[in-house]
């Protein structure tokens, strides 16, 4: 595809939306996210907008579609990010393996949760003990005690996983978690289990991509899964995505940092520059959580199985934009504000003030954001912002206008805005606010 067409005025116009492009190569594959940045759009941003080896900033990053791009590009990167489960799967696709020792650890850990997983099913076959031992070919003795798997503390673990599922995903859990081989391994096949979580699980992602519900019954009693074969061709799918990837960038001395914390409390002390980072992109979330896009509600089923616990999913949930809500806050936009009010007034009858809370407090966190996007922008440097304009009670937001005053206070002057239509399959097609949004605003600003 052609970056830019010519218009009947013979004016040249960028081309952003990418429909056709192939958004799954290399380690973007490795595992589904909502909603993430397509990794086309953020190469271009990163090849436009900066140089071999500067620094790059993603303050949002999601799954970590700019972090990648900026390891494929030449360009020193760093990540922060609230969700922990998007943490982890930023790090290990961000992470280079040598080819050779992930093909050995693969075997082995496959070997091991191959016959674990084939002994669990031999006694539930065949009514068995719930100690069962066997001698390997190396006369080495596996023994295994059913009422030992140690399964993650799971909410409603009985809605969203079969008995028989939830135990053989305990047995790869278990024994992935108790390795001893380097983290960045130990993270690989985390993803892995993550992914298969989530396919053996009882939740329809794929009707539902931001906030999965359970399959009806009706559909439940007919799937038909095996745990242990969608993990097998996951690692294997994942081996070849992850070391074609360590190829591309085998003599690549570049640095990536991936943070977990909070964007208004950035803190990038010792690392990069001591001036700053050259170039920020970003594509923040577009409202509070519980109105748009469910990002935490979305990985919550991975991220128990993975090693989180629900204390460190709840902590995160807390300092999620909006997620305290307050009318009473003072937003720097007059765009803002008239937002907040038509809101507020349009739904007095209902929740009316409850919305516009929410909405005010949403604003304020990003302003807050922004702050920090200044704070550790060098002079003259760039930050280019995704967002798109989505519903409130009814009114579409512009949070395109907002996201330009809200810069202005934070001495970043808009340069250039560039607007795309998002592809169907990039994002879901209703959220809980109603219609989703159909088109973005690329928001290139410039530090004073």
């Not at 003990?129 to 503390?153: C, H, M, Q, R, V």
């Not at 090693?307 to 009318?327: M, N």
């Not at 009114?395 to 607007?419: G, N, P, Q």
Request: hydrophobic content about 35%; aromatic content about 10%; proline content about 4%.
């Amino acid at each position: 595809m052609t970056y830019e067409t010519i218009t009947l005025s013979g004016d040249a116009v960028d081309e952003w939306t990418f429909q056709s492009a192939d958004t799954q190569y290399l380690t973007h594959g490795l595992h589904p996210y909502p909603a993430r940045m397509i990794p086309q759009l953020a190469s271009k941003l990163i090849a436009r907008y900066s140089q071999e080896r500067n620094w790059v900033l993603d303050p949002f990053c999601g799954s970590g579609t700019v972090l990648v791009e900026c390891k494929l590009k030449n360009r020193n990167s760093i990540g922060n990010e609230i969700n922990p489960l998007a943490v982890l799967l930023s790090i290990v696709k961000t992470t280079p393996l040598n080819t050779k020792e992930l093909k050995d650890k693969s075997k082995e850990l496959m070997d091991k949760v191959q016959e674990s997983i084939h002994i669990y099913r031999n006694r539930q076959s065949k009514n068995k003990s719930t100690t069962i031992e066997k001698w390997t070919e190396n006369n080495a003795k596996i023994k295994i005690n059913l009422e030992d798997i140690k399964k993650p503390f799971f909410p409603n673990m009985n809605l969203w996983f079969k008995k028989d599922i939830a135990d053989e995903l305990s047995i790869i859990r278990n024994s992935i978690l108790n390795l001893d081989w380097e983290e960045k391994y130990v993270n690989f096949f985390k993803i892995c289990l993550s992914f298969t979580a989530m396919k053996a699980s009882n939740a329809d992602f794929e009707s539902h991509q931001s906030h999965p519900s359970r399959y009806k019954t009706e559909k439940l009693n007919i799937r038909s899964l095996d745990v242990l074969s969608i993990f097998r061709k996951k690692v294997d799918a994942s081996m070849k995505r992850v070391t074609d990837f360590s190829e591309k960038i085998l003599d690549n001395k570049v640095e990536c940092f991936v943070l977990s914390g909070d964007a208004r409390k950035l803190d990038l002390k010792g690392i990069g520059r001591d001036k700053g980072v050259d170039l920020i992109v970003t594509s923040p979330p577009y409202g509070e959580e519980q109105n748009t896009i469910g990002y935490h509600r979305w990985s919550r089923i991975m991220a128990y199985w993975v090693g989180f616990s629900q204390d460190d999913i709840k902590k995160c949930e807390r300092f999620t934009l909006g997620a305290k809500p307050d009318i009473n806050v003072r937003v720097p936009s007059k765009t803002a504000h008239f937002f907040i009010d038509l809101v507020r007034e349009k739904s007095k009858r209902k929740n009316g003030k409850t919305r516009a809370a929410n909405l005010a407090s949403f604003f304020y966190d990003y302003y807050e954001s922004i702050v920090q996007m200044s704070k550790w922008l060098r002079p003259g440097g760039k930050a280019a912002i995704i967002v798109g304009n989505r519903l409130v009670a009814g009114h579409r937001i512009s949070m395109d206008r907002v996201t330009v005053e809200l810069a202005k206070k934070c001495e970043l002057k808009e340069i250039k805005t560039y607007y795309r239509d998002i592809p169907n399959t990039v994002m879901p097609k209703r959220i809980p606010e109603g219609e989703t949004i159909a088109k973005e605003s690329i928001i290139v600003l410039e530090k004073k």
